[in-house]
């Protein structure tokens, strides 16, 4: 099984700054993409940027040029630095992995969505 770990959300006043941070660990044999989502009360659950094993970037419209993904392979996390927020960032983040996990006869298994337990990201004037 895989786990992942996200953390860094908070209180912030607009135009502060967050970096939400996400660890996976386990029985790893490997992670492709990692992405950023969030679900504001009220609403679907949305992608907010997800970046590649290869490091390919995708963000939302609605935060291009305010946040930046990024990921440390060899280490298997995940930052957002979040820039300029605004109230409508407010949501609980979630970290998400698509990896496959060694399987119990030690071969790797299909690959996964895997779900950290989410961070409350709360912007306030």
């Known amino acids: 099984q895989v786990q992942l770990v996200d953390s860094g959300g908070g209180l912030v006043q607009p135009g502060g700054s967050l970096r939400l941070s996400c660890a996976a660990s386990g029985r790893i044999f490997s992670v492709s993409s990692m992405a950023w989502y969030r679900q504001a009360p009220g609403k679907e659950r949305e992608l907010v940027a997800l970046?590649?094993?290869?490091?390919?970037?995708n963000y939302a419209e609605s935060v291009k040029g305010r946040f930046t993904i990024s990921r440390i392979n060899a280490k298997n996390t995940m930052y957002m630095q979040m820039n300029s927020l605004k109230s409508l960032d407010t949501a609980v983040y979630y970290c998400?992995?698509?990896?496959?996990?060694?399987?119990?006869?030690?071969?790797?298994?299909?690959?996964?969505?895997?779900w950290g337990q989410g961070t409350q990201v709360t912007v306030f004037s």
């Open positions: 998400n992995a698509q990896a496959r996990a060694v399987g119990t006869n030690g071969f790797p298994a299909d690959t996964h969505d895997y």
């Open positions: 970046v590649t094993s290869g490091g390919i970037t």
